[in-house]
């Protein structure tokens, strides 16, 4: 059975509230769930939930609590409301609180040592940040799964700076995500064996099943099963 809370992370500057779903099983990898910009809502809390039931210690940050803590909206009646908070986010200081959760994560006790991370477009862009800057004694996270983050083509000059497997997916018609800028993060890295990028006949957001217009059942079922099993062979020991 999967029980959920929620963590208090520290920081220098404040602590802050992480969506926690925790698996049957102990010793489990932890995998970060980077939020949309709806924040840590029924969808996110959804995955999370879905994480544990695979076996996966999942722990959803609320980057946006220095704008306002446990900010929340359901679907496209939402867009407004957060993309305006995406327009005051500290994108350094949201690194840094990402830092701070794979330190949480991997400090605790149902935690096997090894951590990823799965961000959906906001949080797709943010898994991105996770795989360049997150780093915890000297290691950084062992596998990130990015869906189209929208801000990703632009952080291509930290590419040199992934040092774990990553997998990419993408709409092939997202209108928010042109063709050109998806083609661009596949060229930056396209001598990595270890990053693959997938594009589905799809738009943008359609993993989110709380929003009915982007919602696409096909592309995000094929999604998650390629990610839960990316997941599965890079985070447990063999």
Known sequence: MVHTRYESITTPDGAFDAFCAVPEAPNAPAVLVFQEVFGINDNIRGLAGRLAEAGFLALAPDVFWRIEPRFERKDESGLA???????????????ADITATMAHALAMPGCNGRVGGVGFCLGGTLAYLFATTARVDGRGPDAVVSYYGSGVHGLLDSADRVECPVLFHYGANDPYIPAEQIDEVERALADRPDVTLHRYDAGHAFSNWDAPSLYDETAARTAWDRTVRFLDERLRPV
């Open 81 to 95: 409301d957060g993309f305006a908070m995406v327009q005051q986010l500290d994108f350094d200081l949201a690194a």
